[in-house]
T-cell receptor, first 115, second 107 residues
Framework: GAGVSQSPSNKVTEKGKDVELRCDPI?????LYWYRQSLGQGLEFLIY????????KSGLPSDRFSAERTGGSVSTLTIQRTQQEDSAVYLC?????????????FGPGTRLTVL | GQNIDQPTEMTATEGAIVQINCTYQ??????LFWYQQHAGEAPTFLSY??LDGLEEKGRFSSFLSRSKGYSYLLLKELQMKDSASYLC????????WGAGTKLIIKP
């Protein structure tokens, strides 16, 4: 596609439920990143994929968070047993190593609200 | 440790010039990015510096001094639509993000 897409754009869920967030990167981009941004705060790195493997999972805040990427394209971020502190905007970005700058291009984000 | 510092908030007047500073301490350096983020929207790429000096792109310019661990984003002829947060990010092994500077433009 022309840009990074994410779905759903908004998700409201009840505490304790599981949620799945989807990211579709720019076609041909091998690197994919998940971030979390709370209201008025900076970007919090969650996880990074190069192809289908995740060399850096250091940002995942707890074992309730997991992510996978299949076919070197679409990625899903799963949050199990959601808590109110999980409420945030979840941003996905993709980049290509071509040219060396590795600029990240962001999707519109998924706004997650845990009641 | 790794650290990126930016002012939290700045205010400027429409038509004026503003400089947003970013200082960094990272374990490696492979380039510095500036992104713009309007409220409720995703960040969008503005500039990339990997060598010392000034990169100009229209009304926006970005400067880098690697020896000083310092960069700035210069915005000229400010417009109301420039009201946004400006994020500085340094690429070492991964991209390390500053907390962003909220720029408020007044008429």
């Amino acid at each position: 596609g022309a840009g990074v897409s994410q779905s759903p754009s908004n998700k409201v869920t009840e505490k304790g439920k599981d949620v799945e967030l989807r990211c579709d990167p720019i076609s041909g981009h091998t690197a994919l990143y998940w971030y979390r941004q709370s209201l008025g705060q900076g970007l919090e790195f969650l996880i990074y994929f190069q192809g289908n493997s995740a060399p850096d999972k250091s940002g995942l805040p707890s074992d309730r968070f997991s992510a996978e990427r299949t076919g070197g394209s679409v990625s899903t971020l799963t949050i199990q047993r959601t808590q109110q502190e999980d409420s945030a905007v979840y941003l996905c970005a993709s980049s290509s190593r071509t040219g060396g700058t590795d600029t990240q291009y962001f999707g519109p984000g998924t706004r997650l609200t845990v009641l | 440790g790794q650290n990126i510092d930016q002012p939290t908030e700045m205010t400027a007047t429409e038509g004026a010039i503003v400089q947003i500073n970013c200082t960094y301490q990272t374990s490696g350096f492979n380039g510095l990015f500036w992104y713009q983020q309007h409220a409720g929207e995703a960040p969008t790429f503005l500039s990339y510096n990997v060598l010392d000096g000034l990169e100009e792109k229209g009304r926006f310019s970005s400067f880098l001094s690697r020896s000083k661990g310092y960069s700035y984003l210069l915005l000229k002829e400010l417009q109301m639509k420039d009201s946004a947060s400006y994020l500085c990010a340094v690429k070492s092994l991964q991209l390390i993000w500053g907390a962003g500077t909220k720029l408020i433009i007044k008429p």
